[in-house]
């Protein structure tokens, strides 16, 4: 169907998103492809070491799952901030995906985590990752006629811990100002085996930079360390202007959040919290 709407058609899964840009005019199409009824698009299960969301899952769901919950904690936490029950009970993972929006709190935890979405159309399927879907605001790689199938999200190495830090300037329910996750994993000897920092909520697309993060490889974890990386992060960003932080104040904080959420997940932390 939406093939041959030729790229004039929109899919809709929750509505959250869509809806609102659809009354203000942002957006406008010339059909709406309702996603509720196909079969197999929700779910949450582990294949092979990796955890499968179904596009059509709530966040609520992801929130609440003791799976994810158990596996991948900063994962279920980042879910439970976003918005408000409310929006929890009808956005989608798929949708969030989708919708590209640069204040969402999902999308920087997946890139962190490696995640992947499993792209079908009419021509076959493909797998992205979700750090290259997201080009920038509100843009994905997605042709006018794919839809995400499928969100594959390997699970980290045992001992693996991750935070969410969602740092809000306004109400409870705010958007992120910055939103850093930080993942960590120490081997036998005590050292770093695996470190991870993505920032989300500051420009176009999740910020991951993989040479810094190999900084810390085989090193001690250390306040120190983690202040080094967090001023890299920040020389790095280049975040938008809006009513929740300038550019400058974004930059000092995004140094300040990547420290903190590597602290955090040194000391045994795991999960997501707003700060």
Request: aromatic share 4%; net charge neutral.
């Amino acid at each position: 169907m939406l093939a041959a709407a030729g790229g004039d058609a929109r899919a809709i899964a929750g509505g959250t998103a869509l809806v609102l840009l659809l009354r203000s005019g942002l957006v406008q199409s010339s059909a709406l492809v309702r996603l509720d009824r196909i079969p197999n698009l929700e779910g949450i299960s582990i294949e092979g070491g990796v955890l499968r969301l179904g596009p059509m899952t709530t966040l609520r769901a992801v929130g609440d799952s003791p799976l994810v919950q158990e596996q991948l904690p900063a994962l279920a936490g980042a879910c439970r901030l976003v918005g408000n029950v409310r929006v929890r009970n009808a956005a989608t993972v798929g949708g969030n995906l989708c919708e590209a929006d640069y204040a969402s709190d999902p999308p920087g935890v997946l890139v962190a985590l490696d995640a992947r979405a499993r792209v079908q159309s009419p021509r076959g399927s493909r797998e992205v990752p979700v750090a290259d879907l997201i080009r920038d605001f509100y843009e994905t790689s997605l042709a006018p006629d794919e839809l995400v199938s499928d969100v594959l999200v390997p699970l980290p190495a045992a001992g693996t811990k991750s935070v969410y830090l969602k740092y809000i300037t306004r109400s409870s329910e705010d958007r992120p100002c910055v939103g850093a996750t930080g993942m960590l994993r120490l081997g036998g000897d005590g050292k770093i085996a695996d470190l991870r920092a993505a920032v989300g909520g500051i420009a176009g697309k999740p910020l991951r930079l993989s040479e810094v993060e190999a900084q810390g490889l085989g090193q001690p974890p250390s306040d120190e360390l983690f202040r080094a990386i967090g001023e890299q992060y920040a020389a790095a960003a280049d975040p938008v202007d809006d009513v929740r932080g300038s550019t400058a104040y974004r930059k000092r904080m995004v140094g300040v959040f990547v420290r903190r959420a590597l602290q955090a997940a040194a000391a045994g932390q795991a999960g997501a919290w707003k700060t």
